[in-house]
């Protein structure tokens, strides 16, 4: 499974973006999907995650009311959108496809991670 993220940039603080993860094959419709992101000097870290049906979503507390994670089968693809951006969002946001059908927060739940897309909020 590849995955591709896109969908990172430059954005003032109070401002959205909207993240993808697109998957290249039809295994990802059957996974559990998360974001993690990494700052520099930082551990990486869980953002959010979804089920392989998408009706169970976990997110991180300090996304909790701003992101929302989301995916269409349809189009093999995961969402992150974020919302009212802090310049401690500013990371390197990766998506990863878990193990398991249901929603993981830990990294060694996932099997398979794209590259990352950088995201910089400022101040």
């Known amino acids: 499974v590849q995955l591709q993220a896109s969908g990172g940039g430059l954005v003032l603080a109070g401002g959205s973006l909207r993240l993808s993860c697109a998957a290249s094959?039809?295994?990802?419709?059957?996974?559990?999907v998360g974001w993690f992101r990494q700052a520099p000097e930082k551990e990486r870290e869980f953002v959010a995650g979804i089920s392989w049906s998408g009706d169970r979503t976990s997110y991180t507390d300090s996304a909790k009311g701003r992101f929302t994670i989301s995916r269409d089968r349809s189009k093999n693809t995961v969402y992150l959108q974020m919302n009212s951006l802090k310049p401690e969002d500013t990371a390197v946001y990766s998506c990863?496809?878990?193990?398991?059908?249901?929603?993981?927060?830990?990294?060694?739940?996932?099997?398979?991670w794209g590259q990352g897309t950088q995201v910089t909020v400022s101040s």
């Open positions: 990863a496809a878990s193990r398991y059908a249901t929603v993981a927060t830990s990294p060694i739940d996932y099997r398979y």
């Open positions: 094959a039809r295994s990802f419709s059957n996974n559990g």
